[in-house]
């Protein structure tokens, strides 16, 4: 019977080790499925995202395994199919090894990830509790890709939104998205970041900040795990992974007061990200317009090269109180599988939208 080792620590993909290893793949399915297995292995612990990949894929834990294949004839050693007593015993051996397959497919470089290789060969992966592991990541990020699409209200704003994020990160230029509150800007954004984990990073700032502050926060959302130079371990992850930069409440670049207004930030992307090749997306509200006005009459700095860079500038309306859009045409409930593994569960088989109150509510 086969056992994985005991493992005390849960194993860590580091946001700087994937991008050294991705730095040297060539082929985007596999870049985006990496940096999608660090991004959700950053929030949720790699623990409970090997967890989440066996609860979506019961069916390829143990059981493949009774009906053997015989290799002898294929490039492949061959080997004894395992003998487990149950699934059971299957699904306690993956908990304690999967996650440090998953570390190891993420960070170190020796270990090579072939999208196009043969998916009935279990033993390329090394794993004989696991039937195609490969096959079932890149299946499992489509499945969370359109979980999180299918919970998105389809609104004009958020149509907008969404549009001018694909082109920014298509044509890797830089796209300023203003819209007064409650306009729907918070949930596109996040909705949209969800689902392109494997090329983007949202930053969702908090109020003003310096430019300390700034880069500290920027490392900690990117799973730069530095305590000093936050700057210059903030510029070596973007440079080397490519990852698109999603700025959330963009207007708190400029600061707040006379004292803390600078443009040393916008500066910092327009130069140190946009001339690199950094797409850079910024959603904020009317404020950001006025406060890089007065930043302009009091400091003297042009804003015309800002300006030129900023390849689309989108507008969005107000949104109308007391009217509830329809949800997305394309809508399907996720399977039950799939809000096993996300939601543990406990999630909802659709988001639910209360109703609209119309006058008094009559009384029975």
Same mark, same amino acid.
């Given at each position: ?45 790699? +623990? ?9 894929? +019961? ?151 310096? &430019? ?33 930069? &999603? ?32 797409? &850079? ?45 329809? +949800? ?25 939208? +209360? ?10």
């Amino acid at each position: 019977m086969y056992h994985a080792p005991a493992r005390n620590i849960a194993p860590i993909m580091g946001a700087e080790a994937t991008a050294r290893k991705v730095a040297q793949i060539a082929d985007p399915r596999v870049r985006h499925l990496l940096f999608f297995l660090q991004s959700l292995a950053d929030a949720w612990g790699t +623990p409970r995202l090997a967890r989440a990949i066996l609860d979506a894929f +019961p069916k390829r834990l143990g059981e493949p395994f009774a009906e053997w294949i015989d290799y002898a004839e294929r490039p492949f050693p061959k080997a004894e199919p395992p003998d487990y007593e149950s699934n059971l015993d299957a699904r306690r051996v993956a908990e304690q090894d999967l996650p440090s397959r998953l570390a190891a497919l993420c960070t170190n470089p020796d270990v090579e990830v072939d999208p196009d290789c043969e998916r009935d060969c279990p033993w390329w992966t090394g794993l004989p509790y696991f039937r195609d592991l490969i096959g079932a990541l890149f299946e499992f990020q489509k499945q969370h890709v359109e979980a999180a699409l299918s919970a998105v209200i389809q609104t004009t704003a958020c149509r907008q939104s969404l549009d001018a994020l694909n082109y920014g990160l298509q044509a890797r230029s830089m796209v300023l998205i203003e819209g007064p509150a409650g306009a729907g800007k918070s949930q596109a954004v996040r909705a949209w970041a969800d689902t392109h984990r494997g090329a983007a990073r949202l930053v969702e700032l908090t109020g003003a900040c310096t &430019v300390f502050d700034f880069f500290r926060h920027l490392a900690r959302e990117l799973g730069v795990g530095a305590q000093r130079h936050w700057k210059q371990r903030v510029e070596e992850y973007l440079w080397a992974s490519r990852l698109m930069v &999603v700025i959330d409440e963009a207007q708190h670049l400029w600061g707040r007061g006379q004292r803390e207004r600078n443009m040393v930030l916008v500066g910092w992307l327009d130069t140190a990200l946009f001339n690199r090749g950094i797409p &850079v997306a910024m959603f904020a509200t009317a404020e950001f317009t006025q406060r890089k006005a007065e930043v302009e009459s009091e400091t003297g700095w042009s804003s015309e090269q800002l300006a030129r860079r900023i390849r689309r500038h989108v507008c969005l309306p107000a949104a109308r109180p007391g009217l509830w859009p329809a +949800p997305h045409p394309a809508f399907r409930p996720p399977s039950a599988h799939l809000r096993l593994a996300l939601w543990g569960g406990h999630g909802p088989a659709h988001p639910r939208l +209360p109703r609209p109150s119309h006058g008094r509510q009559r009384r029975n």
